[in-house]
């Protein structure tokens, strides 16, 4: 059975998409795994995923400690770090308001 030109031509494509899920997927691993050995290209992917769950988990900030005492909620924690972040840097400024500081300073 020989498949016509426009079936050929459909599976040119899905093998084309396919190659791209397969890179997306390989990326995904290399940028959630973050290790030396991901350079040496072991394909452990079983052995990548723990090391990143591991990475995961340890990084997780379970609580802060505030003037109240220990916050637990995700959402209190959230508001914290919003705030922390504005006093030390300042409110965020349109992209606009930076270019026009870089036109003052040059022009």
């Known amino acids: 059975m020989t ?8 599976l040119k494509d899905l093998k084309g998409k396919l190659d791209g899920i397969y890179k997306e ?4 691993w290399r940028q959630r795994a973050k290790h030396r050995w991901i350079k040496n290209e072991d394909l ?6 723990q ?5 995961r988990k340890l990084n997780w900030v379970h609580h ?3 003037d ?3 916050v637990t909620n995700i959402n209190k924690m959230t508001d ?3 705030s922390y972040y504005i006093r ?4 965020r400024r349109s992209p606009l308001s930076w270019w026009m500081d870089i036109y003052a300073l040059i022009g």
């Open 64 to 66: 802060l400690n505030s």
């Open 3 to 10: 498949l016509s030109d426009l079936e050929l031509s459909n």
């Open 88 to 91: 030390l840097l300042g409110r």
């Open 44 to 49: 452990n992917t079983q052995y990548f995923h």
């Open 80 to 82: 914290m770090f919003r």
């Open 25 to 28: 997927e390989d990326l995904f």
């Open 51 to 55: 090391w990143a769950t591991l990475r």
């Open 68 to 70: 109240f005492g220990e």
